[in-house]
């Protein structure tokens, strides 16, 4: 549900008579195997975005603005992290959820977005995602490419909220290690911040390519040493939220992954500073057979995820915490 804009049926204008020629209406549709109430549960809840929806590495409560809550959204395009605020309205009773962005995005003057399930039996239902768009301009030509636009960019997000809302529940994994810490959370911050230094400060870490175009908001790219000799590459958009910690999504996954969420906390209290770390994956049911073997079951994948990512973490935590107690 990018603010951006950010085929299915569309449409311009009103819908009732004559077009209006600065309106953009669209509608997209898409069928899903899963219960209305169990689609529009895992669309409500903003913590389960990063892992349904590709360009989203991100998304915060801000608080209340009228009758609408503001949602922080911070998501990818184009190799960039972007953040903006949308306006959320939430309908539960009728599985229904409005939003907007609080600034449209030019050249647009208002972009509106409805999200509707609606139960086709107990056990599938049609979720409806549609756009208003109003238009600074009558230009026919960026009209099209607004609809155009549109058109790309909802049918992905309802394909992606297609798989995970028929994803079965067992390819799934969260989990996360804590680590405390003597020293003030700025310390730990700019240390997880600053990973320009991370070759001169992480003994497994050869290579950083760092870019941040906007502030808090990264591009970081890494080479590491793995455990049989070999460099791994990794790229991740992150998220920096001075002093709290630091969210990221990887851009670059192994096969066993279908998406990969980190949320690094910094929660400061009287007795010091304790890291946690969050990790949530969605495991890749053709890559763990392509990864580790024919004959892999999930048990095995979750422990190889578990081990391989808190040894990953502990590598960072660790010296983190050494760096900072001195």
Known sequence: ????????????????????????????????????????????????????????????????????????????????????????????????????????????????????????????????????????????????????????????ELAALKVAAERPAELLMTFGDAVPINGSAQDVYDFLRDAQQWPERLSHVSRVSLREETENLQVLEMDTTERDGGTLTTKMARVCLPHRGIVFKHLLLPPLGASHTVRWLIEESAEGVTLRSEHTVVIDETGMATMLGGAAGLAKANEFIHNELTTKTRLIFDQAKAFVEG
């Not at 929806?53 to 503001?70: I, K, M, N, Q």
């Not at 605020?85 to 449209?104: G, K, M, S």
């Not at 995602?129 to 960019?153: F, G, K, N, P």
């Open 1 to 156: 549900m990018h603010a951006h804009l950010e085929k299915g049926s569309t449409w311009s204008g009103d819908p009732g008579g004559m077009p209006e020629p600065a309106v953009v209406q669209t509608e997209h549709q898409i069928k899903v195997d899963a219960p209305a109430s169990a689609v529009y549960d895992l669309v409500a809840d903003i913590a389960a975005w990063s892992r349904i929806f590709p360009a989203f590495v991100h998304l915060e409560h801000l608080g209340t603005s009228a009758s609408a809550d503001r949602i922080g959204m911070w998501s990818t395009s184009n190799d960039e992290v972007y953040h903006w605020v949308a306006l959320w309205t939430a309908h539960p009773n009728e599985l229904r959820i409005d939003f907007q962005p609080e600034v449209a995005p030019p050249p647009m003057t208002h972009l509106h977005r409805t999200l509707i399930v609606e139960p086709l039996s107990g056990n599938d239902s049609l979720v409806r995602l549609l756009h208003t768009c109003r238009l600074a301009e009558a230009d026919q030509a960026v009209r099209d490419s607004i609809r155009q636009t549109t058109d790309e960019v909802g049918n992905a």
